[in-house]
């Protein structure tokens, strides 16, 4: 009788999901269920029939045919009370045990892992204890197998992505436009010297040249005690510069051309005084890139104790692709000491880079301190301490001059100014409205208005223009919320009588740079559009609704503009996901034509400061930000910075691509070692492939040399 019970309840159980299962897609399940009377085969493992009188074997063929896919019969054993699971995703059948058999064993089946993905019928048949270990022993197996297959796949990763020593070369990065060389080695004199020539005629600045010399010296011959070999070696280096003047700017001339001798055969051949290289440049900055690749180029060879360049004679000539090459660092959302900026600036000029961006304020701190308005920084920086003067400001512009970089400070307004309010809260709209900055101002038809926010607006940019000499002032712009003032009565009103809707309020703001080049983050173009003059230089960081930041480019040179651009998703440092590939890749002048790439100043890294401090500020930047240089010195996609036989071959785009990367690749994994010899905290340059987890902030994996990792 219990029997039959059980079973007219399983039919109803299975008629219920079969209408169920029908109703909820267009799937189709066949049951058959069969009752059996088998003998235990594992005595052991026999239930008492007089303690469990209700214990059977069953046994159901399942058939399931789903989204109009038949699958293959399977067939499931298993003891107990049977239970169905039916589902519209994922077809499963459980046949398990009752709650009062505890020693008799589960079986379930599930056929598929994945809707999509192709059924693999599994049979599970009564758990023996031979089976069991038949089971064991295929986990074994299983795990080995998957255990050689990762080590395979290890294996292959590192097979592929091992640098070659052959294919770093150049050996300088960012990689020089044109060059030639030879097949020689050259050695130094004991006492090699950089010679700066005609110094009458560089007197005016020669202090930056002086200072460069010493400080390349101590950064190449890291080696105390080497011997130096004078038979015909190289013992100078001459500097030649036409413009005696020292001057940085966006259109400074940083060409430069660097000619390495080859050794002489006969010794009454070698000229008196040993063999000289020359570099040659229009300007200062230019000697100090020059001076870079010739540092890159010599090497220490421990064997002989004596320091030399292989592959002589070199003759390089080079320019920047990009004129604006620079570094974003966020001193706002935590406070960067000063010797943390130089080491910064002392490292971004090993690539090249020749603007430090300083974005100085935000909603987080207001660091920087002004004599005209003292309340900024004693009541929005985050400590006393936390704090930089105008002389510390005169040390980092003068630090970073010497190394042939200017310095762009950023006061980020009217949005993100909510530390503005804490020190001058009649700048800000209101309480609940401290963002943007208040545009009211004194008009005809409002006379009485009050005039804070422009007031000490213009105490602060004259204020910042003694301190920063550059001829660029950036203004902000980003992120701004203009319903903000929508819902201020004051200011609705004031722009109500005055007829002012927020996007000219806004452009009104923005266009008080006092005889600077204003620079702004492109929402604020974007918000006032034609309003701004065609002085305004647009830096672009992400991209609009429905668009990419390459299609924001475009629009921004089109109306007239000149551009900087900072790729959130591909030169935004401070994301770990960033990698040194996408970075590489990125084209200022993306889908552009020539003619609207000449309104592209360039571009850089930004490295924000919401995670980022002095603690890890350089572990950001390296090596990444060497392929950022790449891009902007270089460019990887310009057809002549491949071999001639690649062109004539008529290899694909794809190909030359592939072949540009695998070089620079190698060229990075040197260049790490470079930096970490100069003492500079670069990362591994090889990232873990094929993982969500992927991130480019990895330490060394295993025991290596520094070109490996």
């Not at 202090?207 to 890291?222: A, G, N, P, W």
Request: charge should be neutral; hydrophobic fraction near 35%.
């Amino acid at each position: 009788m219990v029997r039959c019970i059980r079973i007219v309840l399983f039919a109803f159980i299975l008629l219920f999901a079969l209408l169920n299962f029908y109703w909820s897609g267009n799937s189709k399940v066949k049951v058959s269920l069969r009752s059996t009377n088998e003998t235990w085969q594992n005595q052991s493992s026999r239930p008492d029939k007089e303690e469990h009188p209700e214990t059977e074997r069953m046994q159901a063929d399942v058939e399931i045919q789903h989204g109009g896919v038949p699958t293959s019969l399977h067939s499931v054993e298993a003891s107990g009370k049977p239970t169905i699971s039916l589902s519209k995703r994922r077809p499963t059948l459980s046949l398990s045990t009752s709650q009062d058999t505890p020693n008799v064993p589960d079986a379930e089946a599930h056929w598929f892992e994945g809707y999509d993905s192709e059924p693999e019928p599994q049979s599970f048949r009564a758990h023996t204890a031979k089976q069991k270990l038949a089971q064991k022993r295929k986990r074994i197996l299983k795990a080995s197998e998957i255990r050689a297959d990762h080590a395979e796949r290890v294996a292959k990763w590192r097979r592929q992505y091992k640098p070659k020593p052959e294919d770093a070369f150049p050996p300088v990065v960012p990689a020089p436009q044109e060059y030639s060389f030879g097949n020689q080695t050259i050695h130094f004199c004991s006492d090699f010297q950089f010679v700066l020539m005609q110094r009458s005629a560089a007197q005016g600045d020669g202090e930056v040249l002086l200072q460069s010399f010493t400080r390349y010296k101590d950064m190449i011959f890291q080696h105390k005690g080497s011997t130096g070999n004078d038979k015909c070696s190289l013992c100078s280096l001459e500097i030649h510069v036409k413009d005696p003047d020292f001057r940085l700017a966006l259109d400074t001339d940083e060409s430069y051309q660097l000619v390495l001798p080859g050794p002489v055969d006969q010794e009454n051949e070698c000229p008196q005084g040993g063999l000289a290289g020359t570099a040659t440049s229009q300007s200062q900055v230019g000697a100090l890139r020059a001076l870079e690749t010739f540092s890159q180029l010599v090497t220490f060879d421990i064997d002989s104790n004596l320091y030399k360049i292989k592959s002589v004679p070199w003759i390089i000539t080079d320019a920047p692709r990009f004129t604006h090459r620079e570094l974003m660092v966020d001193s706002s959302r935590h406070f960067l000491p000063l010797n943390t900026l130089k080491a910064a600036i002392r490292s971004m000029s090993m690539v090249k880079f020749n603007v430090l961006h300083w974005h100085l304020t935000d909603s987080q701190s207001f660091p920087l301190h002004f004599r005209s308005a003292p309340r900024l920084s004693e009541r929005g920086a985050f400590s006393p301490a936390e704090r930089y003067t105008s002389g510390d400001v005169a040390d980092i512009v003068n630090y970073a001059r010497l190394h042939g970089v200017r310095v762009i400070p950023e006061l980020d307004f009217p949005g993100h100014a909510e530390s503005w309010c804490n020190g001058y809260p009649q700048v800000c709209p209101s309480q609940t409205c401290r963002t943007p900055l208040s545009p009211v101002r004194p008009t005809k038809d409002t006379p009485n208005a009050s005039n804070a926010t422009f007031e000490l607006l213009d105490k602060l940019l004259g204020e910042m223009h003694s301190m920063f000499p550059d001829a660029m002032v950036h203004m902000g712009a980003d992120e701004i919320t203009l319903a903000c003032w929508q819902s201020v009565q004051s200011v609705r009103d004031w722009m109500h009588k005055n007829k002012v809707d927020s996007n000219t309020a806004l452009a009104h703001e923005l266009i008080r740079a006092r005889g600077r080049t204003p620079v702004v983050w492109n929402e604020g173009w974007e918000a006032t559009g034609s309003r701004l003059g065609k002085d305004v230089v647009v830096q672009v960081w992400t991209a609009g609704e429905e668009e990419t930041v390459s299609v924001t480019m475009k629009k921004v040179v089109q109306g007239g503009y000149q551009a900087v651009l900072a790729h959130k998703g591909t030169w935004y440092l401070s994301s770990m996901t960033t990698v040194w590939e996408d970075a590489w890749r990125t084209d200022p002048c993306a889908d552009l034509t020539v003619a609207e790439c000449k309104f592209v100043q360039g571009g850089g890294a930004a490295i924000w400061g919401e995670q980022v401090d002095a603690s890890n500020l350089e572990t950001r930047m390296w090596p990444r930000m060497a392929a950022v240089a790449e891009a902007l010195w270089k460019g990887h996609g310009r057809r002549e910075g491949l071999s001639v036989a690649y062109q004539l071959l008529n290899v694909s785009q794809q190909h030359q691509e592939d072949t540009a990367r695998e070089s620079f690749r190698a060229r990075l994994h040197a260049f790490r070692c470079v930096l970490l010899a100069r003492g500079i905290a670069a990362l591994p340059v090889n990232i873990e492939r094929g993982s969500s987890k992927a991130t480019a902030m990895q330490s060394p994996r295993e025991p290596a040399s520094c070109g490996l990792l």
